[in-house]
């Protein structure tokens, strides 16, 4: 496809209305201060922060674990089946103004269920979100349950149980959390499981962690998509297998930039990976607490890496490409992509 010399100044703009997917969004990364506070209020839960210009301040993490910290605190004001409706709702909305087609949300269960919270009540209230997300904004939107890999095994297994009657309402399980300690191994036999029962499995590796816990989410737990995975390019041998198998990685750069994985986004691999054949994807990862949603990832990526239309193509054609839909939806959205970038004038 021959594609137009686009100015810089001009690039967000493609950026923002190109059709794409959103593969890695945890919904409970998506709670704004705003409305922790007014949940907080409806459901009469004391926060350990005065206000919402205090909690904002306190997003100064240093890692993933002083991140997850905030984020499960944040988590605590999340009791009743509105309140995971209006949570999605509020990202749903989002996300179609960034003109993202379709999205495939992450939940954790797990941070609900503790807290006593029933996981149809979690359910329930996301699904609803997705379903007049679909109606209102013809946005579509998935559910992929996660595990926490700082818990055991066998607590994933009580998670699974809990969620089966739902099983119309997720379509995959992914693996989240902590993850340097934590293995994918560790999950082999209810990633088995979940195989047998035709969920997807996804599983996040190589963000913190090492190479080998990208090859263990491969080979142990046969995993559809990797998450994160920026580790890889430390490992010759797995980016050869990445490029020839077409498993996806679903990067996420601020996030990446506010956990300190890279120094800054000048620094970040994702070209390096592009252009060694993998199918890369741009995601937002936790938007509410890393400073940005989908567009601003691909914004801010696009001027620090000087990347322009060609990338900008290719990494929505991967979306797609590493979604979980049907080949006829598929074909459908890169069709529209491939229209709209035929379109494109050098003024545009
Ligand atoms: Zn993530």
């Known amino acids: 496809m021959h594609l137009p010399h686009i100015a810089p100044d001009r690039l967000p703009s493609v950026l923002h209305r190109m059709p794409k997917a959103e593969l890695h969004i945890h919904i409970e990364g998506s709670l704004e201060p705003e409305l922790i506070f007014k949940l907080a209020q409806r459901n009469?839960?004391?926060l350990p922060y005065p206000d919402v210009q205090a909690l904002r301040a306190a997003y100064a993490f240093t890692d993933l674990q002083s991140f997850l910290d905030i984020y499960y605190a944040g988590a605590s004001v999340l009791l009743k089946e509105e309140d995971f409706f209006d949570m999605a709702w509020a990202y749903l909305e989002k996300a179609a103004a960034d003109n993202v087609v379709h999205a495939e949300i992450f939940f954790d269960p797990q941070t609900h269920t503790a807290r006593?919270?029933?996981m149809g009540t979690v359910i329930r209230g996301l699904h609803h979100a997705c379903q007049r997300a679909h109606q209102e904004w013809g946005i579509s939107a998935r559910l992929i349950l996660c595990f926490l890999r700082h818990l055991s095994e066998a607590e994933a297994f009580e998670t699974l149980e809990a969620a089966l009657p739902y099983r119309?309402?997720?379509?995959?399980?992914?693996?989240?959390?902590?993850?340097?300690?934590?293995?994918?191994e560790?999950?082999?036999?209810?990633?088995?499981?979940?195989?047998?029962?035709?969920?997807?499995?996804?599983?996040h590796a190589g963000e913190e962690g090492?190479?080998?816990?990208?090859?263990?989410?491969?080979?142990?737990?046969?995993?559809?998509?990797?998450?994160?995975?920026?580790?890889?390019?430390?490992d010759p041998a797995l980016?050869?297998?990445?490029?020839?198998?077409?498993?996806?990685?679903?990067?996420?750069p601020l996030s990446n930039v506010k956990l300190c994985v890279f120094p800054d986004l000048r620094r970040h691999n994702l070209r390096q990976l592009l252009d060694a054949?993998?199918?890369?994807?741009?995601?937002?990862?936790?938007?509410?607490?890393?400073?940005?949603?989908?567009?601003?990832?691909?914004v801010q990526l696009f001027a620090a890496l000087d990347l322009g239309p060609r990338e900008a193509y290719q990494l929505a054609l991967n979306s797609f490409e590493a979604s979980f839909v049907d080949e006829a939806t598929r074909r459908g959205w890169q069709r529209q992509l491939k229209d709209f970038f035929e379109g494109l004038r050098e003024h545009d």
């Open 44 to 46: 009469g839960v004391r």
């Open 116 to 118: 006593g919270v029933s």
């Open 168 to 184: 119309e309402h997720f379509i995959g399980v992914g693996l989240d959390s902590s993850e340097v300690g934590h293995p994918p």
């Open 186 to 203: 560790k999950f082999a036999r209810v990633f088995a499981r979940c195989r047998e029962l035709g969920l997807h499995v996804v599983a």
């Open 210 to 234: 090492p190479p080998a816990y990208i090859w263990q989410a491969l080979d142990v737990l046969r995993v559809q998509r990797i998450d994160h995975g920026v580790q890889a390019t430390c």
């Open 239 to 252: 980016m050869q297998r990445l490029a020839q198998t077409r498993v996806p990685l679903t990067v996420c």
């Open 277 to 298: 054949g993998l199918c890369v994807t741009i995601n937002s990862d936790d938007p509410a607490y890393f400073g940005g949603y989908l567009n601003d990832n691909f």
